[in-house]
């Protein structure tokens, strides 16, 4: 048995959750970030973040989760070097209140459903670095505090998952419904993060940390589900206990005995007073929110008539479909555009595809890849062209047709030249033109030699009627 509770920060917010200190954190000096009211001195007072609330609310929403009228912030009280409050504030489902979403049900691609317990609101602890080896030798560790504070969505579901790859699959999905709604950038260092809890053969709950990728989600599972399986045929007690993952050693190793829900002493937040929701505020959120992935699926096929598998690979990168509907917006050429994004433009892209601004940062813009569209349907130029055209764009963010005329791009389709062109692979490849008469294949390799030849240029369709028209009227 396996469930999940994940940590995504909300990066929409330009603040933290209960004070002004800026939400985006990652470009600033250690420990600058941060205020009296981020480190819970005497006299300060908490302020909720409006937007918090409601960006936590369409992920519950999003997540199929029932919503309450009422919301109440409690304190969680633990000691741990990273929290400068020595609590947390944070939500709980106690005394006829409940968090912000409850009792969800999400559904993964092969239809099975994964329940929703809760999703609450509450603040991101700060940021230990051990500077000497790694947090299991513990010599030294550094704090910054900087992330303290800082609006976190948690989502725990139910025990529903039974191997590592639904948990990959539950956590990819989970991640694009987040970006598509808007509230976490799950690209940014540290932005999504997720605690494991597993059991086997009925035994005692083991809670996995300090996980930092959905890749390693995988192996520490495994390792797990092993570690434990391993202790059972023994018949040897497995603890009920909280373990953090080695990403060296691909190992978990003991970091502490499991706190019981009692030991945390949860209490009302007595500077936070109970927020009531109102009875428009879920109805109107509804209606401005965005569209959420599989409802963008389904307007590509039907609006667009793009194919599921071409949907698919967009809806997928959501800064790739978001920059799809950008260039149509330029020249309304659905599939061809489609198809020149995700084969030509997505491969020079690829080693780039893990930065969260590697389309921002872009000379490409939708504008070129409207014009390079309209250049290819209108004969001027042929896909290998415009692929090479795309390489040069990348270095000089130069309008295709600039570097279309400074490089003598054209399609060849005059008759004259394209015969010349023929005629030289005819002369080369002499083996070739005695295979082409029987087997089509080799036409198309003699093909291929003219497109070589011609650097790309030559018209396909002209080019090899001319070989066909050599090959069997050889003196014509």
């Known amino acids: ?33 941060i205020c009296e009211i981020c480190c819970g001195l005497p006299g300060t007072l908490p302020v909720i973040n409006q937007k918090a609330i409601e960006y936590s609310t369409m992920t519950s929403l999003a997540l199929g989760c029932k919503v309450p009228d009422k919301i109440m912030f409690y304190r969680k009280n633990y000691f741990y070097p990273d929290l400068p409050k020595n609590f947390q504030i944070t939500q709980y489902n106690v005394y006829g209140f409940s968090s912000i979403g409850v009792d969800g049900i999400y559904e993964l691609d092969d239809a099975k459903q994964i329940r ?10 700060g940021r230990i670095a051990y500077s000497e ?15 303290a504070g800082v609006a976190l969505i948690e989502i725990v579901t139910e025990p529903d998952f039974t191997g590592p790859k639904e948990v990959r699959q539950f956590l990819n999905k989970l991640s694009l419904t987040l970006e598509h709604i808007g509230v976490c950038d799950t690209l940014l260092e540290g932005s999504v993060r997720c605690d494991v809890n597993v059991s086997v053969e009925g035994g005692n709950k083991v809670e996995i940390k300090n996980i930092n990728s959905f890749r390693e989600v995988e192996k520490a599972i495994n390792y797990e589900i092993t570690r434990q399986s391993s202790l059972y045929s023994r018949n ?20 502490r005995s499991k706190e019981e829900e009692h030991d945390y002493r949860y209490f009302p937040e007595p ?29 590509f096929v039907s609006k667009y008539k793009l194919s599921e598998h071409t949907s698919n690979i967009l809806i997928n990168d959501k800064k790739l479909a978001d920059f799809f509907e950008s260039t149509l917006k330029v020249h309304f050429s659905p599939t061809e555009i489609a198809n020149f994004l995700i084969t ?16 921002k940062n872009l000379k490409v813009k939708p504008e070129h890849i409207a014009e390079l569209v309209k250049l290819i349907e209108g004969n001027k130029i042929s896909r290998i062209t415009a692929k090479d055209i795309l390489v040069k764009i990348f270095e000089s963010g130069m309008l295709p047709s600039e570097v279309m005329n400074n490089t003598n791009s054209y399609k060849i389709a005059d008759e004259k030249t394209l015969m010349d ?45 001319i070989i066909n028209n050599r090959l069997h009227n050889p003196d014509k």
């Not at 929703?116 to 609101?121: A, D, E, F, G, N």
């Open 1 to 33: 048995m396996i469930g999940l509770e994940i940590h995504a920060q909300i990066t929409a917010l330009n603040s933290k959750l209960f004070c002004s200190c800026r939400g985006n954190y990652r470009d600033l000096g250690p420990n600058t970030n």
């Open 116 to 125: 929703i317990s809760r999703i609450q609101l509450e603040e991101d602890p």
């Open 133 to 147: 080896g790694d947090m299991n030798v513990r010599n030294s560790a550094l704090i910054d505090y900087n992330r």
């Open 236 to 255: 040897l007690k497995i603890e009920h206990e909280t373990r953090h993952w080695d990403d060296r050693k691909k190992i978990t190793f003991k970091s």
């Open 271 to 299: 500077d936070i007073p109970v927020i009531a929701l109102g009875i428009d505020f879920v109805p109107n959120l509804k209606k401005r929110m965005p569209e959420l992935p599989n409802q963008r699926f389904e307007r």
């Open 344 to 359: 030509d433009f997505k491969s020079l892209i690829e080693d780039d595809g893990e930065s969260t601004d590697y389309l």
């Open 421 to 465: 062109a023929v005629q030289s692979v005819f002369d080369k490849e002499k083996s070739a033109v005695e295979d082409a008469k029987t087997n089509s294949e080799a036409i198309n390799f003699l093909l291929g030699k003219v497109m070589k030849f011609t650097n790309g240029r030559a018209d396909p369709k002209i080019a090899m009627r």
